[in-house]
């Protein structure tokens, strides 16, 4: 496939619209609306999964990226006593630091009516607070099993093209990626990690995160325009998102910024 420009002329379809992927929805939403809209998007997915099978299961991403999502979502009326939320990954932290997932979920989603949900962290069932990261991920396996399979999965994705904790350069990212992997977590740990969160992290593998109904990838502003498009092209460890980007298994909405 020839190379995709992000930055497409006037007269030109955008590379989302030239070369359509199969599971892919793309949703353009002015900014002003787009993380309202997203919510009530979302909370409609939430409620017919309650209607259908009596709970919810709703995995989020952490950073600061989905925060005024969260915080829109968070208010939306629905049956949030029946919704199970857990983590697409975290960070090896005490789960109250606040540079934990956990706190950023505490702290800006499970508030107002959204406090009723219930949080199944990550790292509960960690057998001490300071074990390994490889144990930390099993405990995150059980976690992820008793709360059932997920109805809709949030992820993010960086300019370096990772989502989750899928980054390019982590040394066991083809494990992670392997869709025969029986393991819901695997840990992450990086040579050289990000400076502003320097810590070895606990993360869903591809096969875990495909077994999501619905699949959220929120890409507010066109900053990672550039990283989609190269993503775009076809499956690459250099773009771990591109793995989401071409499976054929389960349905992505790639929200965008009109």
Known sequence: MAAL???HPSHARPFWQAHALPQVRVQQVPSAEFNIRLAQDIA???RIAIAARGVAVLSVSGG???I???EALRVQTLDWAQVRVTLVDERCVSPTHTDSNAWLVRTHLLQDAAKEAQFMDMTADSPTPNCSPTMQAQAASQVLAAAGDCDVLVLGMGADGHTASLFPDAPNLSEALDMH???ACVSIELAQPPVNAPYPRITQTLPQI???RHIVLPLAGSDKHQTLALA???PSQRYPISYVLHQTQTP???WLTS
């Open 252 to 254: 992505v909405a790639l």
């Open 232 to 234: 775009w092209q076809a």
């Open 210 to 212: 495909l077994r999501a």
């Open 181 to 183: 992997n029986t393991h």
């Open 44 to 46: 409609q997915r939430l």
């Open 68 to 70: 005024a999502l969260f």
């Open 64 to 66: 600061k990226s989905p």
């Open 5 to 7: 420009d992000a930055s």
